[in-house]
């Protein structure tokens, strides 16, 4: 085997390595056989005495691997602290508008649901606000009817009239439910597109 194909066969399987390393092991072993051929042995013969590429290889990796990381310095852990300390109030505020600007998000959100519902909720409200005046009403129109007739038959009709404000705006609030419950379905969608995109931008 020639130097060149030597070397070249090594810096293959040393490809795992970073460069600087691997050149580092390419030009130690590249010495090593001009060493030997300025003793007087052939390329080749030189190449011989220094191994198979593969087993090198191989060794040098396996005493890389069985290499323990290096522990961290004392005085970068202490640094590291001291910039935590001094830099506190910088991140500390850029941590806190962070939350704020997320929880003011989420106000923001629950207020355009609120604002969505403000409509069917009153609506219902009417409805259920119509339908208690209606059962008082008929009910003291019975016993004022046996008292003043004319006070009772009043009574009766704000009975009737609050029957038929709950039956309109039950019907009301069932409409307009069901058409909120499309807007806020779209709402939802239209908030998690904006947010997918958001996701994807940053990607």
Do not use: A, D, P, S
């Given at each position: 085997m020639k130097k060149d194909e030597f070397l070249s066969s090594l810096e293959r399987l040393l490809r795992s390595l970073k460069r600087e390393e691997r050149n580092r092991f390419l030009s130690y072993y590249s010495e090593m056989i001009a060493d030997y051929?300025?003793?007087?042995?052939?390329?080749?013969e030189a190449v011989q005495r220094i191994g198979n590429p593969g087993e090198i290889a191989q060794e040098i990796l396996s005493d890389r691997d069985a290499q323990p990381p290096k522990p961290t310095p004392t005085w970068m852990k202490a640094g590291v602290i001291v910039l935590l300390v001094l830099g506190s109030p910088l991140w500390g505020s850029l941590v806190l508008v962070a939350i704020c600007c997320a929880l003011s998000a989420v106000i923001m959100v629950l207020c355009a649901y609120v604002l969505i519902w403000c409509i069917p909720f009153i609506c219902g409200v009417f409805s259920v606000s119509s339908l208690f005046l209606a059962l008082v009403s008929t009910v003291g129109s019975a016993i004022l009817l046996f008292q003043d007739t004319a006070t009772g038959l009043v009574q009766m009709g704000l009975g009737i009239l609050f029957a038929g404000a709950f039956l309109v705006t039950t019907l009301l609030t069932w409409e307009v439910g069901k058409k909120f419950?499309?807007?806020?379905?779209?709402f939802s969608r239209w908030l998690a597109?904006?947010?997918?995109?958001?996701?994807?931008?940053k990607a």
């Open positions: 051929m300025e003793n007087g042995c052939e390329e080749e419950v499309v807007v806020t379905t779209k597109g904006l947010f997918q995109k958001k996701r994807g931008v």
